[in-house]
C-alpha cells in the first residue's frame, strides 16, 4: 500500500484575544464538548493522512508556553506560531511557518471547533483543481445592506448571499500571493478568500457544515454543546 502525500499545510488562527467572553482564560483555550476548543480542530486535521504540518498561531503571550494539553497531538506535525495584531497579520505569520512541501493550505480558525470531516475533504477537493474553497451556508434570513445613519439602502437576494465558514483551502501559491499583495498594499481583511478574489483568482462555495458554528460569546459554547448532544 502506497503512503499517501502530505502535501496539505493548515493554519489555525487562535492568537484572539477573547474580548467579547466572560473571563481572564483564553477562548480558544476553554472546554467546549468535552476539550479544549483548539485541539478539537487540531485532532481534527490531523486524522487526514495527507497533513504534513497544522501550525497554531497563539498570542505572543502564549507562543513560547503553550498549553500542555496542546501535545497530546502528533507533535511531529505539530508548529506554533507568534500570532500579530490582527488576524490576517497572524495567518500570514502562519503561512510563512509552512514547510516547503506543502502545496494546498487550509486556514481555520480556532473558534469554529466542530469541522467535520466532510467539509475538509470538500474544501481540499477543490483547493487541488486550482481554486479557492469556502465552505459555506446558504442565508435563511434576508439580509439589508444600511448606510452610516441606519437607514436601508438595499436588499440583495438571498438566494445568492452565503454564510462563510472555516477552512477555507487554497493552492499555496494562490494564498502566498494574496496575503503578500495584501501586506503591501495594506490591505486588512477578516476572510482568507477576500484578499484571493481581490487578486482575481477564483474562488468557489463548497458545502459548509451547521457543526461550523463560530464561537463568539459565552452563550455561544452552551449553544455549541447542545448542538453536540443532538448530533451524538
Given at each position: 500500500?502506497?503512503?499517501?502525500?502530505?502535501?496539505?499545510?493548515?493554519?489555525?488562527?487562535?492568537?484572539?484575544?477573547?474580548?467579547?467572553?466572560?473571563?481572564?482564560?483564553?477562548?480558544?483555550?476553554?472546554?467546549?464538548?468535552?476539550?479544549?476548543?483548539?485541539?478539537?480542530?487540531?485532532?481534527?486535521?490531523?486524522e487526514r493522512d495527507d497533513v504534513a504540518i497544522v501550525v497554531c498561531v497563539l498570542p505572543k503571550s502564549h507562543a513560547g508556553d503553550p498549553?500542555?494539553?496542546?501535545?497530546?497531538?502528533?507533535?511531529?506535525?505539530?508548529?506554533?506560531?507568534?500570532?500579530?495584531?490582527?488576524?490576517?497579520?497572524?495567518?500570514?505569520?502562519?503561512?510563512?511557518d509552512l514547510p516547503p512541501e506543502v502545496r494546498i493550505v487550509l486556514v481555520h480558525d480556532a473558534a469554529r471547533p466542530l469541522v467535520d470531516s466532510d467539509t475538509i475533504e470538500r474544501v481540499v477537493a477543490k483547493a487541488r483543481e486550482g481554486l479557492g474553497a469556502v465552505p459555506a451556508l446558504p442565508a435563511t434570513d434576508t439580509i439589508k445592506e444600511v448606510d452610516e445613519l441606519g437607514a436601508v439602502v438595499r436588499t440583495p437576494d438571498r438566494a445568492?448571499?452565503?454564510?462563510?465558514?472555516?477552512p477555507q483551502g487554497f493552492p499555496r501559491a494562490m494564498i502566498d500571493e494574496a496575503y503578500l499583495r495584501g501586506k503591501s498594499d495594506r490591505v486588512h481583511a477578516t476572510d482568507d478568500a477576500a484578499l484571493c478574489e481581490r487578486i482575481g483568482a477564483r474562488v468557489v462555495i463548497v458545502e459548509g457544515s451547521a457543526t461550523g458554528l463560530k464561537v463568539t460569546t459565552d452563550e455561544d459554547f452552551a449553544r455549541l454543546d447542545g448542538l453536540v448532544k443532538l448530533v451524538r
Open positions: 500500500m502506497s503512503t499517501p502525500v502530505r502535501d496539505v499545510g493548515v493554519v489555525i488562527v487562535a492568537a484572539g484575544a477573547s474580548t467579547r467572553t466572560e473571563g481572564s482564560e483564553l477562548k480558544q483555550f476553554r472546554w467546549v464538548a468535552g476539550k479544549p476548543m483548539l485541539l478539537h480542530s487540531v485532532q481534527r486535521f490531523m498549553p500542555p494539553w496542546l501535545f497530546q497531538c502528533d507533535v511531529d506535525r505539530l508548529l506554533v506560531s507568534v500570532g500579530g495584531r490582527e488576524r490576517d497579520e497572524s495567518v500570514l505569520n502562519g503561512l510563512e445568492r448571499l452565503f454564510h462563510a465558514q472555516t
